[in-house]
């Protein structure tokens, strides 16, 4: 069991949505300080004060490193838990995580909606794809 080759692409996702908090952080800064953003906003989030588009975009890419990823880190807990590390599930974990990268090329600086929604749908069709992996095994049927 290659347990480092699945917990890689773990990893390199945690570093990116680290990343994120800081490339945030100087977007809302610089934000602030050109006056495009006013500065009570970030004191409760109050959408009645003024925000850029870079500064809700940046607050909403970070926002959704804590909805369908959260589901692949415990996904990918329960792969080695039922010892299911192996070739098939670690092309599949990759893969997810080059799709979510996909996905926050698209979201960040591509801004081609129709992408965006292909690259999520892939997304979702790899998490479903594992899970489909995990029952499967568990079920008797050999991959």
Do not use: C
């Amino acid at each position: 069991m290659n347990t480092f080759a699945i917990l890689l692409p773990l990893f390199l996702n945690l570093i990116y949505t680290f990343a994120i908090v800081l490339i945030g952080f100087r977007i809302k800064s610089i934000s602030v300080q050109k006056g495009e953003t006013d500065g009570r906003y970030f004191k409760a989030y109050h959408s009645q004060y003024k925000v850029s588009e870079k500064v809700r975009l940046i607050e909403r890419h970070y926002d959704n490193q804590f909805q369908l990823p959260l589901i692949y880190y415990a996904t990918v807990g329960i792969l080695i838990a039922l010892n299911l590390v192996n070739g098939v599930s670690i092309s599949l974990v990759w893969a997810f995580f080059i799709s979510r990268m996909m996905h926050a090329y698209f979201h960040l600086s591509n801004k081609n909606v129709y992408r965006r929604a292909t690259a999520y749908a892939v997304n979702w069709s790899l998490l479903l794809g594992i899970w489909i992996y995990i029952l499967a095994t568990q079920w008797g049927i050999s991959a």
